[in-house]
Every structure is written in structure tokens, then in C-alpha cells.
């Protein structure tokens, strides 16, 4: 009989494993994604790290800059001292650098295996393409204003601290929402929602959780979940996923070269 329990549980915990395993490799590789030994690989290989959506495919007509010869200064001037410009690249563990004026690459370099074609993950970059895609939603009346509470588009978020909130206030990063955006905190806000999306996990649910901490329009406080609020207004109020609206209305229009 003991023999029959023993082989009952092993069994359990063998089919649990191959159905957590996955989720857990991921919250490991989300824990250790800022490791100083590991974050030059990770940023390059999210893909790797995290499952993602389809891909945006290039445009059918990239658009190419042109290129000029350009020595980048040694120094730069801050905190009343001059400072060498190398040095504080090398201090930033910076993994490229391009300067444009207009159309034209005056300087581009790359560092940690970057190189001109790598898929390195954009950040907050992604903050300002959803903004912007906001904006060009409102121009089509699919948004009536930018003042309006995210609440008339969202109606589950009601009896959250999302209530009330206007898009503006979102938009400018002052929604009033308690959150720590401290990546070095285990425990913070930000790495929670950074475990959710690792264990696949309801985003929409963990906003939800969220509660208010100040007046809106108050204050401003950084709150990478004001812009997931964003993007579940956009899926709103265009029917379509954030991808298709980021391929249609921007990425073949300026013509990027690469998916």
C-alpha cells in the first residue's frame, strides 16, 4: 500500500514538473535578468528569456539614413567638471550609441555583442510608441479625449485605484497609483508584475490590485503599469492587439528596416 502512495506521489510531482517547470525557468531567468554578469546577454536575447507574440515585420519600404563622418568630442561638461565621454560609456555599460541629426547617422557603435542588427529590448522606448498610438487613436474619435477617465473605456477597473483616472494623468505618469519601480527590490511592485508575466499570469488583474496613494494629477511617479492601462485602452477602443496597431499606424509608415 505504502509502495502504491509513494508511486502516487512521484508520479504527481513528475506531471507538476512538466507543467511548472517552464513557468519556473522563466521567474529564474526574470530574477536573474539584472545580474551584471548576465544583462548585456539577456537585453539581446529576450526572445530567450520570456515567451513573445508574433513579430512585427519589416517594412516593404525601409527607410535608410544617410551617413557623414563625425568625430564625437572627448569630453563632456557636467557637475561643474569636464568628463571624459569614453569613460562614462564604459562606466554606463553602454551597449551602443548612435547620433542622427535629421537623416543623418553622424556616429554608431555598439558594445557587449551588440552590432547594428541586434534585436535588443526596447524599454520604456515602447512607453513612447504607445503614447503616440494613443494620440493618433484620439485624432480617429476612437478616443473622445484625452481628459476622459480611463474608467469610461475600462469598466472592470471601476472599484480599483485606477478609478477615475484620466488618460492624460496616465499619460503623463501622474496617475496617483502607489507603486515601486525599484529593480534592485525583490519584493518591489515592479518585480512582482515582472513574476506575473513570467508565470503567464492575468497583467489586466494584477493592475486591478493596485491601489491609490495620492491625488491624480498631483504628482508624477514613474508607473510602468500606467502604461499597460494604456495599451488595454487601445485594445479597447481599436479591436485590435497592440502589435497590429504598432505595425500599421507606425512601424511600415517610417519605414523600419528590420522585424
Given at each position: 500500500?505504502?509502495?502504491?502512495?509513494?508511486?502516487?506521489?512521484?508520479?504527481?510531482?513528475?506531471?507538476?514538473?512538466?507543467?511548472?517547470?517552464?513557468?519556473?525557468l522563466?521567474?529564474?531567468?526574470?530574477?536573474?535578468?539584472?545580474?551584471?554578469?548576465?544583462?548585456?546577454?539577456?537585453?539581446?536575447?529576450?526572445?530567450?528569456?520570456?515567451q513573445?507574440?508574433?513579430?512585427?515585420?519589416?517594412?516593404?519600404?525601409?527607410?535608410?539614413?544617410?551617413?557623414?563622418?563625425f568625430?564625437?568630442?572627448?569630453?563632456?561638461?557636467?557637475?561643474?567638471?569636464?568628463?571624459?565621454?569614453?569613460?562614462?560609456?564604459?562606466?554606463?555599460?553602454?551597449?551602443?550609441?548612435?547620433?542622427?541629426?535629421?537623416?543623418?547617422?553622424?556616429?554608431e557603435?555598439?558594445?557587449?555583442?551588440n552590432?547594428?542588427?541586434?534585436?535588443?529590448?526596447?524599454?520604456?522606448?515602447?512607453?513612447?510608441?504607445?503614447?503616440?498610438?494613443?494620440?493618433?487613436?484620439?485624432?480617429?474619435?476612437?478616443?473622445?479625449?484625452?481628459?476622459?477617465?480611463?474608467?469610461?473605456?475600462?469598466?472592470?477597473?471601476?472599484?480599483?485605484?485606477?478609478?477615475?483616472?484620466?488618460?492624460?494623468?496616465?499619460?503623463?505618469?501622474?496617475?496617483?497609483?502607489?507603486?515601486n519601480?525599484?529593480?534592485?527590490?525583490?519584493?518591489?511592485?515592479?518585480?512582482?508584475?515582472?513574476?506575473?508575466?513570467?508565470?503567464?499570469?492575468?497583467?489586466?488583474?494584477?493592475?486591478?490590485?493596485?491601489?491609490?496613494?495620492?491625488?491624480?494629477g498631483?504628482?508624477?511617479?514613474?508607473?510602468?503599469?500606467?502604461?499597460?492601462?494604456?495599451?488595454?485602452?487601445?485594445?479597447?477602443?481599436?479591436?485590435?492587439?497592440?502589435?497590429?496597431?504598432?505595425?500599421?499606424?507606425?512601424?511600415?509608415?517610417?519605414?523600419?528596416?528590420?522585424?
Amino acid at each position: 500500500m505504502l509502495n502504491k502512495i509513494l508511486l502516487s506521489l512521484a508520479l504527481i510531482s513528475f506531471i507538476a514538473g512538466l507543467i511548472y517547470a517552464p513557468k519556473l525557468l522563466r521567474v529564474y531567468k526574470m530574477i536573474n535578468l539584472y545580474k551584471q554578469d548576465k544583462i548585456a546577454f539577456n537585453f539581446i536575447n529576450m526572445d530567450k528569456v520570456f515567451q513573445i507574440g508574433p513579430a512585427i515585420p519589416a517594412s516593404g519600404e525601409p527607410f535608410v539614413f544617410n551617413k557623414k563622418e563625425f568625430d564625437l568630442p572627448q569630453t563632456y561638461y557636467f557637475d561643474e567638471k569636464d568628463r571624459n565621454l569614453m569613460d562614462a560609456l564604459d562606466y554606463y555599460e553602454t551597449d551602443g550609441l548612435i547620433v542622427l541629426n535629421n537623416d543623418t547617422i553622424l556616429y554608431e557603435n555598439y558594445w557587449h555583442n551588440n552590432n547594428q542588427t541586434s534585436q535588443h529590448i526596447s524599454w520604456s522606448v515602447a512607453k513612447s510608441f504607445l503614447s503616440a498610438l494613443i494620440g493618433i487613436a484620439v485624432q480617429r474619435g476612437q478616443i473622445d479625449s484625452i481628459n476622459d477617465p480611463i474608467t469610461k473605456y475600462l469598466s472592470d477597473f471601476t472599484n480599483t485605484g485606477y478609478n477615475n483616472v484620466s488618460i492624460k494623468n496616465l499619460l503623463q505618469m501622474s496617475s496617483g497609483i502607489k507603486f515601486n519601480e525599484d529593480y534592485a527590490d525583490y519584493n518591489s511592485d515592479i518585480n512582482r508584475f515582472g513574476r506575473t508575466i513570467s508565470f503567464g499570469t492575468s497583467m489586466r488583474e494584477f493592475a486591478k490590485s493596485l491601489k491609490n496613494e495620492k491625488p491624480q494629477g498631483t504628482f508624477n511617479h514613474y508607473v510602468s503599469i500606467d502604461t499597460q492601462m494604456l495599451a488595454m485602452l487601445l485594445q479597447e477602443v481599436t479591436g485590435k492587439t497592440i502589435t497590429d496597431n504598432l505595425k500599421d499606424d507606425i512601424w511600415h509608415k517610417i519605414g523600419m528596416e528590420h522585424d
